[in-house]
């Protein structure tokens, strides 16, 4: 891991909003997140959790507010933090070239990139398809092969939306197996899921967003036993219905 004067974390978020088509998505979202605990964005769909992710990623500007990670060097931020969408985007080239490519983004040394990549597929159980075009795995595979992408850059932070939301129980099993490795290996997890069982699994605390807003953050045992949160109860009862 990097020395502190070159960590990103922590990241900061100071009253963001977000709105498009005159409707607000997120409005006034405050927390600060540091290393250590898996932290778990929960909510219902729509709440504002993927937008959330694409602003924390960088992908998208707020309206209005602050996001601020302690070191916001480019390069540094391109290195250490990677995000994995529900949807992976494949490249028209092999699994293999998939993630020498994100290394060559990264600016890793061309003379690393391909053992650095055969290390990250055995790391998710697929060095046997290195060379098997990306595109005709299965969506299992192409999640998997994503989380290989993240896993070659070592990062700092992994953003995860909704990783398994299209996904079978087995495939499903894998990822979660494969996010906990990333945790065990101390790279920080910020996942988004509206999957309470998920949520129990692999989360040490929850910050829980209803109609774009943070109704509430806790630690995870007392965030199912105790929800402070009127609208949390609501939704581990499943009463609250979806926007």
Sequence with gaps: MSSAAQRILPLSLAEVCFGAGG???LDRVSFELEAGPATI???????????????????????????RWSDADPERLRRKQAMVFQRPVMLRRSALANITYALG???????????????????????HLAHRP???????EQQRLALARAWALHPEVLLLDEPTA??????????????????????KIVMATHNLGQA???????????????IERAPIDR???????????????GELPWK
Excluded: C, W, Y
């Design 23 to 25: 409707r607000a998505i």
């Design 41 to 67: 964005i929960l909510g219902a769909n729509g709440a504002g959790k993927s937008v959330l992710m694409r602003l924390m990623h960088g992908l998208i500007r707020p309206s209005s507010g602050a996001i």
């Design 105 to 127: 983004q990264a600016r890793v040394p061309r003379s690393e990139r391909e053992a650095l990549a055969f290390e990250a597929l055995e790391s998710v159980g697929l060095p």
């Design 134 to 140: 990306a595109r005709v795995l299965s969506g299992g």
């Design 166 to 187: 299209s996904l079978d129980p087995a495939a499903t099993r894998e990822i979660e197996t494969v996010i906990k490795a990333f945790d065990a290996a101390g790279t």
């Design 200 to 214: 129990r699994r692999l989360g040490d605390e929850v910050i829980f967003l209803h109609a774009g807003r943070v």
């Design 223 to 237: 965030f199912f036993a105790q929800p402070a949160a009127a609208e949390a109860a609501a939704f581990i009862k």
